[in-house]
């Protein structure tokens, strides 16, 4: 009789069953990327109305921190050439913390910061004021031609700059601040706590015509 | 030899029948969290990559523009164009895509709109400087650039 071969087992082996979902399981681990809205801010300047010409505004030429890029994606920083980004956010750092010449205002602001960015603080004449508003702006400049690549390296490491000195004023480390959502009254207040003070100046040149399209 | 075949009566395996369950809920759960795109991206999308990253709470606020080269070179060309939804359009078609974006929107929320601008990182600034002048016109002033995580040393 044929039954006879079949006492031993008589359940279906479903042992395989496992491998043909891990199969699916991986297929969908590879061709699914989850969508990430992950980038750097931006808020643009409103437009500009074309009956009135744009406002003066008055700032002193050491208050600036000129950044030129031109089409080749060569840089000019503060009027010396530059190889590479990585020295940048720092001599920013150096810049907004100047405290050239401080008024009343700034100069509590100066006492309010932890000592690591104190020392920062060169005091040099040539160099910004204060980090208040008016005091001292990171102007980027760049060229139609200049590669949007570049352009993000460059405003990366200015973001960089600002963000590390407010997480360091709330004793947090860069990334952690960054992940701050403000959703909660704690969040918001070290944000706030960290901004205060030194607003992110950054300004965005329209760029100029030549070498682009 | 006859003492090893005695054994076999007696079942001794580990019952592997709740393994595909584990997998299959492994599996529903990628399944279901995973958002499949709905239009299909007709440029070049090379995302820069950047360390300075922030990401952003409220999807919904969120829209989209791609700017790349066409990956169909002999029907658009070799220059940089624009994606709002699932077509190319020029540049002075963004301010009414803005608009119509912002239709979307709760009254509320119509101000705070942001532009997630996923550029290739080929593109040169002209073409960037032209859109954020539109979308300056079009009062949408977050703008957002997409950009991926960069490995720090």
Known sequence: ?213 | MAKFKKKTKTSENIPTSALPDIIFMLLFFFMVTTVLRENEILVEQKIPQATQLQKLEKKTLISYLYIGKPKNVAMFGTEPRIQANDVLIGTKDIVLWVNQEKDKLSEAERDQITISMKTDRDVKMGPISDVQFELREADARKLLYAAVGKVQN
């Open chain 1, 1 to 213: 009789m044929a039954k006879s071969k079949n006492r031993l087992s008589q359940e279906v082996n479903a042992g395989s069953m496992a491998d043909i979902a891990f199969l699916l399981l991986i297929f969908f681990l590879v061709t699914t990327t989850i969508a990430s809205d992950k980038g750097i801010l931006n808020i643009l300047p409103p437009k500009q109305d074309p009956n009135q010409p744009p406002p003066e505004i008055k700032l002193n030429e050491r208050n600036i921190f000129n950044i030129l890029v031109n089409a080749n994606d060569q840089l000019l920083v503060e009027g010396e050439y530059l190889d590479n980004t990585d020295k940048l956010a720092d001599d920013i750092k150096d810049f907004i913390l100047n405290f050239g010449a401080p008024d009343e205002e700034s100069i509590s602001l100066y006492n309010s910061l932890p000592a690591s960015l104190r020392e920062r603080a060169k005091r040099d004449p040539n160099s910004s004021d204060h980090p208040m508003t008016g005091g001292a702006v990171v102007s980027i400049k760049t060229n139609r031609g200049t590669s949007y690549d570049r352009y993000l390296e460059i405003l990366d490491q200015v973001k960089r700059a600002y963000f590390e000195i407010y997480a360091e004023r709330v004793g947090l480390t860069s990334d952690q601040y960054r992940a701050l959502t403000g959703k909660t009254p704690a969040e918001k207040e070290l944000i706030d706590r960290g901004k205060e003070g030194i607003p992110m100046a950054i300004s965005i040149a329209e760029p100029d015509k030549i070498g682009g399209n």
